[in-house]
């Protein structure tokens, strides 16, 4: 009688072990499941992407018109006579005077930014579609225009207020490629620009 007891007794024990055993690796299962790996917490999904880029973009979306020249130093340490502001300030008359020379104004130069990241430009009322790609962090921009890249940098300083410059060569190809004038005198009045400053860079002020 003792003896049976013994082994019903083992049997209950053994069973309620095996639940026990059952109901622990269960748990551990479902906590393995709910733990993220470095890749899954690191890696961005293309939406994640978009949706940080449509919020970049949203700073500069809208039409920006020409509202005068600008000029910036590519590097504090390269040029420091053109960032002193007086400096700055005498460059800055002489590429509006060339400006205003080939009748680039608010008018017939504009920039439409979209927040999907395609662009319209109209340079001298030559209107060109195109892509780019905003930086915020940094102010890089990077244009697409008739598939020619064109590397920018972009101040936002205030909410209805932006400038975009580029190295002189480029702006100079900007405006041979935008509006075929090559050798005419639009080129004319900007060649002084590679000439003398090849640390400065040009471009415009714009205006909401």
């Known amino acids: 009688m003792r003896y049976a007891m013994k082994i019903h007794f083992l049997c209950i024990f053994t069973l309620i072990c095996t639940a026990v055993l059952q109901v622990e690796a269960q748990i551990t299962q479902q906590a393995d499941t709910s733990v993220l790996s470095p890749d899954q917490v690191f890696t961005l999904s293309p939406s994640d992407i978009e949706q940080e880029t449509r919020q970049a973009n949203r700073l500069i979306v809208g039409c920006w018109r020409y509202d005068g020249p600008s000029v910036d130093a590519k590097s504090k340490g390269l040029l420091a006579g053109v960032v002193k502001p007086v400096a700055k300030g005498k460059l800055a008359r002489k590429l509006k005077k060339a400006f205003k020379k080939i009748r680039l104004t608010?008018?017939?130069?504009?920039?439409?930014?979209?927040?999907?990241?395609?662009?319209?430009?109209?340079?001298?009322?030559?209107?060109?579609?195109?892509?780019?790609?905003?930086?915020?962090?940094?102010?890089?921009?990077?244009?697409?225009?008739?598939?020619?890249?064109?590397?920018?940098?972009?101040?936002?300083?205030?909410?209805?207020?932006?400038?975009?410059?580029?190295?002189?060569?480029?702006?100079?190809?900007?405006?041979?490629?935008?509006?075929?004038?090559s050798g005419n005198s639009t080129l004319k009045a900007l060649t002084f620009l590679s000439d003398n400053y090849d640390d400065v860079m040009v471009g415009f002020k714009l205006k909401k």
């Open 106 to 181: 608010k008018n017939n130069t504009t920039f439409q930014m979209r927040e999907d990241g395609t662009c319209s430009i109209s340079l001298l009322g030559h209107d060109v579609n195109g892509t780019y790609r905003y930086n915020p962090d940094d102010g890089s921009i990077q244009f697409r225009w008739l598939r020619v890249p064109f590397t920018a940098r972009l101040v936002h300083n205030k909410k209805n207020e932006m400038s975009i410059t580029f190295d002189t060569d480029r702006l100079l190809a900007l405006f041979k490629l935008l509006t075929a004038v």
